[in-house]
């Protein structure tokens, strides 16, 4: 009933948004950090006030004041722990919980702190404005009006109860000369003032929370335009370009029937030509594919996940590769040197394309008589995946920019002319998309004289975030 409650006061729109609970997480971090600096400045009050002012404290406000305090620490330190924990589920403890939960122990505990110090003659009720504007900037507008609303007749409660001497007023001594908690006038006026205070804080602060909510909404409404406006042209570009990619591959088809030589005997020059023809379709193909890739990697916020066997995977586009390898004198090799063959979760198909992509650049840029290496590795939390040549290798300066798109580095233009620099581009994006990370080395470790080679490293994680802890994380600072 109560969860309920709370997320009916949340705006239809920010329920399933990950910035709106990604922003109440910052502020929850924020409030947390401000507690701590809170705990320092209190600490300094009683230090300065004591030793300093040499204010008279009674022996009851020096240890409530002490307990307090040490309170306040205490609890802090427990909801920065409990903050890593904390899930966005709506049927769950969420963000919002821990929101509210903060705001009423600091108002307890404040409420304790302003008693223990004079009641209406203690200098820290202004405290409370300052904690009713966080709250308004955190909360719901309704959910915060009724905890100001309890929190003020509860301070008149206690003041009531001051002024009747049913519980022990506890006076700053040395700060007022006179006592102000039983004069009736002025406990009306102040508690007055205070309520009104208190209320105005609580319209203006949420009042510009709801306006930064709804330019927030505006904000969500217009990406949700431009990414259903990217697909549409996704999905056009996909079309035109598997339009252009049907009549390519039909050339290849020919020029290969032409080259098996069932329409009969060719002539060696014209067979030398028509190699070099089929050679340059599946460079167009290729290009082609690596465009769909692009696009479909845009087009998809989904991918399937499943339990993966990576050898499986890299074996099966090595099978593959190796008849591009073979017909340039490159020995292609895989090496697993794991100890245990631990399943990962991803997308079979993506992760296919990815390695697919890898070898056979390394293949594409090799030379002939060389080497690649394909090596599966694994520690107790990443799977590894290196693929290593002796190729012409990327220069140096180039390497933080070969994962752009369209890029292509500046040596291989000159071997190679054909090329869209999608190819990496496509790799980083699935790579990341499982949580991984991949990065370039070159010269690698099998570089050799005047072909320094290149290396790709890529790690996957056995075990990543589900979609839910990712999204509380909000790589905020913990």
Not at 50 to 79: C, D, H, P, R, W
Not at 109 to 121: D, K, Q, S
Not at 150 to 167: D, G, K
Not at 325 to 346: T, V
Request: net charge neutral; charged share 25%.
């Amino acid at each position: 009933m109560f969860n309920k409650l709370m997320l009916s006061m949340v705006p239809d729109w920010a329920v399933e948004q990950k910035e709106f609970w990604e922003a109440i997480r910052r502020r929850n971090l924020w409030f947390i950090k401000m507690r701590y600096a809170m705990v320092v400045m209190l600490s300094i009050f009683l230090f300065i006030t004591t030793f300093i002012f040499k204010i008279n404290y009674s022996e009851t406000q020096l240890i409530a004041g002490v307990i307090i305090i040490a309170s306040i620490l205490s609890y802090n330190v427990i909801l920065h722990r409990l903050r890593k924990y904390v899930q966005f589920d709506v049927t769950r403890f969420n963000p919002l919980y821990l929101s509210l939960l903060q705001i009423i122990l600091d108002l307890v505990t404040l409420l304790l702190l302003v008693y223990y110090t004079g009641g209406i003659e203690s200098p820290l009720y202004m405290l409370f404005v300052f904690l009713v504007i966080i709250g308004s900037l955190i909360l719901p507008g309704t959910l915060v009006y009724t905890i100001s609303a309890v929190f003020v007749l509860l301070f008149v409660l206690l003041t009531v109860l001051e002024h009747y001497q049913f519980i022990a007023h506890h006076p700053i001594n040395g700060l007022v000369n006179f006592s102000l908690y039983n004069n009736p006038y002025y406990a009306g006026a102040f508690l007055f003032t205070f309520a009104f205070m208190i209320f105005l804080s609580v319209y203006l602060a949420n009042g510009m929370a709801r306006q930064l909510y709804k330019r927030e909404k505006d904000l969500v409404d217009s990406m949700k335009k431009l990414n259903t406006a990217e697909k549409e042209k996704q999905k056009y570009i996909m079309g035109i370009v598997h339009e252009i990619k049907t009549p390519i591959v039909a050339v290849a088809s020919y020029i290969d029937i032409i080259l098996q030589k069932f329409l009969g005997p060719i002539d060696e020059t014209i067979e030398e030509k028509l190699v070099r023809a089929k050679n340059r379709t599946d460079e167009g193909v290729q290009m082609i594919n690596d465009v769909l890739n692009v696009s479909k990697l845009t087009l998809y916020d989904q991918f399937d996940e499943e339990e993966i066997d990576i050898d499986e995977i890299v074996s099966g586009v090595v099978k593959r590769r190796k008849i591009s390898a073979d017909a340039h004198l490159i020995k292609l090799n895989l090496f697993d040197a794991r100890d245990k063959k631990e399943k990962i979760k991803g997308d079979k198909f993506l992760l296919d394309i990815a390695f697919s992509n890898l070898i056979g650049n390394s293949i594409k840029y090799g030379v002939d008589g060389g080497s690649v290496e394909v090596t599966i590795n694994s520690d107790s939390s990443n799977l590894t995946i290196e693929v290593c040549d002796d190729g012409v290798g990327i220069p140096e300066n180039e390497l933080p920019k070969i994962f752009k798109d369209f890029y292509r580095a500046a040596n291989v233009k000159k071997i190679i002319a054909e090329g869209s620099g999608l190819g990496l581009s496509v790799v980083k994006r699935i790579v990341e998309r499982h949580s991984g990370t991949i990065k370039a080395e070159s010269p690698s470790r099998m570089a050799k004289k005047d072909y320094p080679g290149t290396c790709f490293t890529i790690e996957l994680p056995f075990r990543r975030k589900e979609k839910d802890e990712a999204l509380v994380e909000f790589k905020a600072n913990s």
